[in-house]
């Protein structure tokens, strides 16, 4: 669970890129200790990736966070990098990883621009799966975001992800109460768009639907899981 993108700097010579990965730095050991709100929910969108991914299959995961995706599903391909672009979660993510050693499975600290570029031996033509989980509605400017972070995935490769879509709820969440946590530091800025303005921005990069799902169990379920495929 990162928060990719390269904007410009500001004024100040901080970017907002800058100000994400500070937030997640300083929230990374709490968030590492978060319980997953809807369990059951969580393991139905592994087994759905499981059942998408093949043994010899390379796979790029954006946003990666402290590892615990990465680590349940590294063992099913041939290798697996994930990023993310605040340090502290990728601290966390080679420790768990050290107490789980997984063949294949690395971690790297990089932001969109760079991810492709985080592998030693970046695979020709691109990964063949580019996973994005829990990111898409932290990036500042999505239509560009996607333009930049499509790229290390090769013709024919699936990009997979879940993605919250705040524009779905109460709209005091998004026009109140996350406005309010974000100047007590307590929330990252994010983008309250709906379904269909996530799915049409997927197309505009040439991306071919797949699959559109929810996999919640608890109440109303805002977090949209999509299968596209990159022509």
């Known amino acids: 669970m990162s928060r990719l993108s390269r904007p410009a700097a500001s004024a100040s010579g901080v970017t907002p890129l800058t100000a994400q990965a500070r937030f997640w730095n300083r ?20 087994d ?7 043994p010899q299959q390379t796979v790029l ?3 990666c966070g402290t590892g615990s995706t ?22 966390i993510a080679r420790e768990r990883l050290a107490l789980q050693p997984t063949p294949g499975l690395r971690f790297a600290v990089a932001d969109a621009a760079d991810a492709a570029d985080a592998a030693p031996q970046r695979p020709a033509p691109g990964f063949d799966a580019l996973l994005a989980f829990n990111l898409l509605h ?5 239509d560009a975001s996607l333009a930049q972070l499509l790229k290390p995935l090769k013709s024919g490769g699936l990009f997979i992800s879940k993605t919250a879509c705040v524009g779905e709820m109460n709209p005091l969440i998004p026009w109140l109460a996350i406005p309010v946590a974000r100047v007590l530091g307590k929330a990252p800025p994010v983008r309250a768009f709906k379904a269909p303005t ?5 197309e505009r990069q040439g991306l071919q639907i797949e699959a559109e799902e929810r996999h919640g169990t608890k109440g109303k379920d805002i977090r949209i899981f999509v299968v596209a495929r990159k022509p």
Do not use: F, N
């Not at 680590?71 to 672009?85: F, H, K, N």
């Open 27 to 46: 929230i990374a050991r709490k968030y590492a200790a978060d319980a997953i709100a809807d369990l059951p929910g969580y393991e139905a969108t592994l």
């Open 70 to 91: 990465a680590l349940r599903l590294a063992p099913q391909v041939r290798s697996y990098l994930g990023t993310d672009l605040a340090p502290e979660m990728i601290t």
């Open 61 to 63: 995961e954006l946003g």
């Open 138 to 142: 932290l990036l500042p400017d999505l």
């Open 198 to 202: 996530l799915v049409a921005a997927l």
């Open 48 to 54: 759905r990736v499981r059942a998408l991914l093949q």
